[in-house]
């Protein structure tokens, strides 16, 4: 268990403001996780964060806008048919606002580099961080994501319909979901522990500050309006590690095969049984991948590939 940490709010020069905790020594190099679709930061579970802690990082963690604590923003969500044609609203944001609030956060606690952690969405917004500010990047890990090429890290039939069905409106609704769609897309090898699953999912029903709904359509929005962001990510230069699993029917593993394939020098690591979740089975094996791609950094080392 990491030590524990409160909400913290930082109020950014865009007008957001973006929730955060800040675990473990201050005077130890700063790892920022940045989470996922619809998620706030306490999907990353304590064990993970502990385990980073532990292995002598300081790890900050944020809520992206429009989840948890932070700002829900006032435009409306995009209608199921525009995501579905992935036709943004003209008032949507971009990765690449979501990247400067992560930014922001750091600016704010006067850390000047950081090694980047981000899942699914949040992957790409580490990656937009990496291509766009990298003197503000450490190392990046980037986690079951993908470019945003429309040919690769598409989901599955199945999972689509999942995530078609009508947004919960209620507590026990929200559980319920929660458990359906992380059983659906967290992998043939690693089952998911329901008890543990539906805290979290209740969790984040009562940190939300706005509708998580709507929220995570704003989100989709974002991820739409970039676009293909391949050229981008052939611009980073940061030392990266690319982690997908190989049964994930939400980001296809096509999708961190492409992300490897642009950006120069990537490591890639590809978890048997994996899907699109990091069940408590493989917090030890993520976090330790992921610390000793930071250490190597930390050392002066060169990338070397992980068998």
Not at 26 to 42: F, H, Q, R
Not at 90 to 106: C, N, P
Not at 254 to 282: D, F, N
Request: proline share 6%; hydrophobic share 40%; net charge positive.
């Amino acid at each position: 268990m990491p030590e524990t940490s409160v909400d913290q709010y930082a109020t950014l020069p865009s007008g957001m403001t973006i929730c955060f905790r800040d675990f473990g020594d201050k005077a130890c190099p700063v790892m920022l996780l940045i989470a996922g679709l619809g998620e706030d930061l306490t999907f990353w579970t304590d064990s993970f964060v502990g385990s980073l802690v532990t292995r002598g990082f300081r790890v900050v963690a944020i809520d992206n806008r429009d989840a948890g604590q932070s700002t829900f923003v006032a435009t409306p969500p995009p209608a199921l048919w525009r995501q579905i044609a992935a036709r943004p609203r003209g008032d949507a944001y971009a990765l690449a606002d979501m990247a400067q609030d992560a930014v922001g956060v750091l600016d704010h606690l006067g850390i000047a580099r950081a090694h980047l952690v981000g899942r699914s969405m949040g992957g790409m917004i580490a990656q937009t961080i990496a291509a766009t500010a990298p003197e503000r990047v450490l190392s990046l890990a980037s986690l079951y994501s993908t470019t945003g090429a429309r040919k690769v890290g598409q989901p599955a039939l199945s999972t689509i319909r999942l995530l078609a069905a009508p947004p919960a409106r209620t507590r026990t609704a929200a559980v319920r979901a929660h458990l359906r769609i992380t059983r659906h897309i967290a992998g043939t090898g690693h089952p998911i522990d329901d008890a543990a699953e539906a805290a979290i999912a209740a969790r984040g029903w009562d940190r939300s500050a706005g509708d998580p709904a709507a929220g995570t359509a704003r989100q989709i929005q974002a991820i739409q309006r970039s676009g293909d962001r391949t050229a981008q990510l052939s611009r980073i230069t940061a030392p990266t590690l690319v982690i997908n699993g190989d049964r994930d029917p939400l980001v296809h593993p096509s999708g961190g095969a492409a992300t490897v394939r642009a950006i120069r020098s990537a490591q890639h690591v590809v978890v048997p049984g994996m899907g699109h979740h990091i069940p408590e089975t493989l917090v030890d094996p993520i976090t330790t991948y992921i610390s000793q791609h930071a250490n190597r950094v930390g050392e002066g080392g060169n990338h070397v590939r992980i068998s």
